[in-house]
């Protein structure tokens, strides 16, 4: 499912090859250095250049498919299989053991998965996010099940002294037809676990003819059952013996610190028990602690109580005048000059200038809040030097960083260990509140202790999905195609958070759905300009292709309605016939970080997915008064998406959702039911953002503090039915992802189906009451 080197290499002809063509054919793989002889003359030298890691190899750990590290059997049968990617609701601490267990040929009753605590050096990468678990592990995890298998057939031919070639592992036993013997896995464990591992080429996967488990819709999350008991742990659910609890006072602004304070009332407060300084860090952010004063009490309420009776005076720093108002005017006027240029083929400003039905629109999205229903929360002991700590993190292995650097202790004195995420949608890849609750034992000389934050500091510190400006322009022909495409995106920069000073979007950020449109446009032209982060900005579920999908989604229905066109005619027309295009093609550098080879963009299965999800939405039907249809289509994480939204706006403005219809082609499927449920969500939290979702400053700090002011799609407000429909793939193409793709359509299909019901059109987010009638 991934190139080699050896792969990429055989692209390049080897016949009639002379050594010039054959360093030009190479020239990605290999360099010339450059060195002083002892005669002072410079020499090239040609030396060879590592091949260039893509997927799970490029990731930090890469992946290891290594059955001893991943599974183990008892004597009574139970297999049990480790989940080292973090569950969130996505439901990968299922489905990545169910592929093992498919190729393993095991008993699905008799499989336990227990969660494994951070060491990436003996379980791979276990970042979760970025939608790659699945597409990066799916091959690995094959490997493990396919692997311990042959393990169990060897131990089993061997003790019934038979050819390897006639006993076979099926329904968690080893069979011999000639003689009709079995031994259970149980059984066999034990034997099968003192052999080597075997070469890889000794290992032969299923045919997916013969899958079992993967893609089948009959499974349920291992931890189901659990959860709607209440029988799980997530990391607020924390107990450990002799805990204190705390709550932190932080910097209401970014970069701000403690003046002075007067803990003397709060030590009055009953349940208090000791109040700490903590100290921030300068610039940039990382994820580092935000600093504050913590209040350590006997259990959390005490704790909030005796944060209420601090008396702080801040002092605020540089980014006290941070203002969404004024520096949504700042982006304006940076996205309407020239700027850093990202992608350019033709000569757009030249054609521009020409006379010609121009359009031009700006479009804007606020900062966004993760907002989890489970707020960051993480407990920490330290004994004998050693930190342990328990909290939901995407990131383990950060997390296990983080928390040493914080504390001074070495890597391996510091044990993480993941709980299940009450959601996370990026924001607990940054393990800020761990390295808070490990600081906090340690001043506590190695109590336990457990930082909650309240909704209001989750909203409060958040590392922000970035706010935006998109600037598009375009001249149409007498035909009204494009003759011309301008995008100027102003945003605040991810690099922020890693570089002190970086500004504008980096080229990876503009490759989500800026700088990638396959549009068969002759003229294209991306920039970006720079503009300051007064915040710490962070992923988000999809990250920048929400900004740039709203902007361009939305920018090619008003040139279709200017051109008088069929929205999705256009759009077809736009996307152009069916063909595989190297990203580079696009100035597209990075590519979500896979093989440009295995992972083109794909017009045709673009274009599939908009045939798809307006066939069944129901396109180009007749609708009441006040009812429209909008449509869109993005690609994002190697999968393509395209939504229609049929929405209802009646005589007061108020908008209601009676039908979505969203295709998705993620490629191969592994459970079909997590991925409706990963889509269906996608889609109510697009909905959210696109009606209600809104972080504002002032003075330099959030003024949202709860849900009373940072709105949620309520249920009353949810589409009354929303149709996934997926499309099937044979198992001999890459997989894309899920969790993030399904975000990036819903805005801009909402707000153009919110134009065919209106003639209102819809740039700025969120929508709240701009359709209300004064």
């Known amino acids: 499912m991934s190139a080699t080197f050896d792969e990429e290499i055989a692209a390049v002809p080897a016949t009639n090859m002379t050594r010039r063509s054959w360093l030009k054919g190479v020239g990605a793989f290999t360099g010339l250095v450059l060195t002083v002889g002892i005669n002072g003359v410079v020499n090239a030298v040609e030396t060879p250049v590592p091949p260039k890691k893509y997927g799970g190899a490029s990731m930090s750990g890469g ?154 819709d009959k499974f349920s999350s291992v931890d189901f059952q659990n959860i709607v008991t209440g029988n799980t742990q997530y990391g607020i659910d924390v107990r450990l013996d002799g805990m204190v609890y705390a709550v932190i006072a932080r910097p209401p602004v970014f970069g701000g610190k403690v003046a002075s304070f007067d ?131 995407q990131n383990p292995q950060g997390t296990r960083a983080t928390v040493a650097g914080s504390l001074g202790l070495k890597l391996d004195d510091v044990k993480i260990n993941v709980t299940l995420l009450g959601g996370g949608f990026g924001r607990k890849s940054k393990p800020d509140f761990a390295a808070e609750a490990g600081l906090l034992s340690q001043a506590m000389d190695g109590k336990p202790v457990k930082v909650t934050w309240t909704r209001e500091d989750d909203l409060r510190h958040d590392y922000l999905h970035t706010v935006s400006l998109e600037h598009l322009e375009s001249t149409l022909d007498e035909k009204g195609r494009p003759l011309a495409w301008l995008h100027r995106s102003a945003a605040p920069t991810i690099s922020s958070t890693f570089v002190a000073g970086a500004k504008g979007e980096s080229a990876g950020e503009l490759g989500m759905g800026a700088i990638n449109i396959p549009f068969v446009i002759p003229n294209i032209r991306v920039e970006a300009p720079e503009v300051e982060a007064h915040t710490r900005i962070g992923w988000f579920r999809s990250v920048f292709n929400i900004p740039h999908a709203f902007a361009v989604q939305s920018f090619v229905a008003e040139l279709a309605a200017a051109a008088k066109r069929d929205h999705r005619e256009y759009l077809l027309e736009l996307i152009g016939p069916a063909r595989k295009i190297d990203p580079k093609e696009m100035s ?68 209601s959702i009676p039908r979505v219809d969203v295709a998705i082609d993620c490629g191969p499927t592994v459970t079909p039911d997590r991925i409706r449920s990963q889509v269906e969500g996608a889609c109510i939290m697009g909905l959210s953002l696109a009606m209600t979702g809104e972080i504002t400053f002032k003075n330099g700090a959030v003024v949202q503090g709860n849900f009373h002011e940072y709105d949620v799609l309520r249920a009353l407000s949810a589409p009354k039915d929303i149709h996934v429909h997926i499309v099937e793939h044979t198992y001999d193409m890459p997989m894309g992802g899920v969790g993030e793709p399904g975000t990036p359509p819903i805005a801009p299909a909402l707000c153009n189906a919110i134009f065919a019901a209106t003639g209102k059109r819809i740039r700025d987010l969120p929508i709240r009451q701009q359709l209300t009638k004064a």
């Not at 990075?590 to 599939?608: A, F, H, K, Q, V």
Request: glycine share 8%; charged share 20%; aromatic share 6%.
């Open 588 to 655: 597209d550098s990075t590519n979500y970080g896979e093989s440009p080879i295995l992972y083109p963009l794909d017009t045709g299965r673009m274009r599939n997915v908009v045939e798809v999800a307006t066939r069944e939405g129901g396109w180009g039907r007749k609708v009441a008064k006040g009812h429209g249809l909008g449509l869109a289509v993005a690609y994002s994480f190697m999968s393509y998406v395209a939504a229609v939204i049929e929405v209802v706006v009646n005589e007061n403005g108020e908008i």
């Open 63 to 216: 992946t290891v498919d290594n059955p001893l590290v991943f599974v183990s059997i008892g004597a009574d049968g139970i297999v049990t299989i480790v989940a080292h990617r973090s569950e969130m609701g996505q439901g990968i601490r299922s489905s990545l053991p169910l592929v093992v267990a498919d190729e393993l040929d095991a008993d699905w009753s008799k499989v336990r998965v227990v969660q494994a605590n951070a060491d990436e050096s003996r379980f791979g990468n276990q970042n979760t996010d970025g939608s790659r678990s699945m597409r990066h592990f799916f091959t690995p995890m094959r490997q493990v099940g396919a692997t311990a298998r042959l393990m169990l057939e060897t131990a089993a031919a061997s003790r019934w002294n038979v050819p390897l070639s006639e006993v076979s592992g099926s329904n968690h036993a080893v069979h011999h037809a000639k003689s009709g013997r079995s031994l259970g896995y149980g059984a066999l464990a034990v034997d099968a676990a003192k052999l080597p591992l075997p070469l890889p080429a000794q290992i032969h996967l299923k045919d997916p003819a013969q899958f079992r488990y993967i893609g089948k």
């Open 263 to 393: 803990a003397a009332d709060a030590l009055k407060v009953p349940g208090v028990i000791r109040i700490i300084e903590l100290k921030g860090s300068p610039p940039p952010a990382l994820f580092n602690p935000l600093g504050g004063i913590a209040v350590i009490a006997s259990n959390t309420w005490a704790a909030i109580k005796g944060r209420e009776a601090l008396k702080i005076t801040w002092d605020d720093g540089p980014n006290a005048s941070y203002d969404s108002t004024v520096f949504k005017v700042t982006m304006q006027e940076a996205a309407r000059k020239p700027a850093k240029v990202m992608r350019n083929e033709g000569d757009t400003m030249a054609v521009l200038a020409k006379a010609g039905k121009r359009i031009e629109a700006e479009y804007y999205i606020p900062h966004l809040a993760h907002a989890t229903m489970e707020p960051p929360a993480a407990t920490a002991r330290i004994v004998n030097g050693k930190c342990e700590v328990w909290a939901c993190v």
